[in-house]
């Protein structure tokens, strides 16, 4: 089955410094995602991507939060200068055509640890 | 409290045994997913009911819908060892906007 693959697995940065997380969403899927999860806290949706536009972002999703599919391959999340609550698991997800009653596809995941 | 609550938030069970999983939200829903993570990995899709479905079955999966009380169940039957992971409800709520809101999930230990 085709899959959502995310680099790298775990990304360890300094406080202050940006981030580039990486997704290869699945080939003919239209709409991607990015979701997070703090160790032991829920699934919070950061922003969702269609049309090489953000069409939903969440509170969380501040100026400091960046998203961009550079070629026709790659999605990637940007943080610019990372806080230490930044350390999460963060995933990426897509969807064939974003309908309301489709399923998401999530990768693995990258687990962010900011010192 | 948070759309999308699950409890029980562990469970241990025997190889065989059936489990069940119970989800909570709040607002009105287009539909509620439920979803699976193995330690450290990513999440998988496992089954989607709509708001207008009262039940659904795939394989040894069965959910259930009550948006009158606006919970929905999750049952395993006849578990594998194998099933042990999280179990994630997400919830899509009525209107165009397409992000999930999760639970806490489930703990489910599966003991051979």
């Known amino acids: 089955e085709p899959e959502v693959t995310q680099t790298p697995s775990h990304q360890v940065t300094q406080m202050g410094q940006e981030v580039i997380l990486r997704c290869v969403p699945i080939s003919n899927h239209l709409y991607f995602y990015w979701y997070r999860q703090i160790l032991g806290q829920k699934v919070e949706f950061l922003v969702s991507?269609?049309?090489?536009?953000?069409?939903?972002k969440s509170e969380i999703f501040d100026d400091q939060f960046s998203v961009e599919r550079p070629d026709g391959s790659n999605f990637t999340l940007k943080i610019r200068s990372t806080k230490l609550e930044d350390s999460a698991m963060y995933f990426c997800a897509s969807s064939e055509r974003g309908g309301l009653n489709e399923k998401l596809f999530f990768g693995s995941g990258t687990q962010l640890s900011v010192l | 409290s948070q759309q999308g609550e699950e409890d029980p938030q562990a469970l241990s069970i025997q190889e065989g045994e059936n489990a069940t999983m119970n989800c909570s939200y709040k607002?009105?829903?287009?539909?509620l997913q439920w979803y699976r993570q193995n330690s450290g990995r990513g999440l998988v899709h496992l089954i989607l009911i709509r708001s207008n479905e009262r039940e659904k079955h795939s394989g040894r999966l069965r959910v259930t819908l009550d948006t009158s009380k606006k919970s929905s169940s999750l049952l395993i039957t006849a578990s594998r060892a194998a099933d042990t992971a999280s179990y994630f409800c997400?919830?899509?709520?009525?209107?165009?906007?397409?992000?999930?809101?999760w639970g806490l999930g489930t703990s489910l230990a599966v003991n051979p």
């Open positions: 991507f269609y049309n090489n536009e953000i069409s939903e």
């Open positions: 997400a919830a899509r709520s009525a209107g165009n906007n397409r992000k999930l809101i």
């Open positions: 607002t009105s829903i287009n539909n």
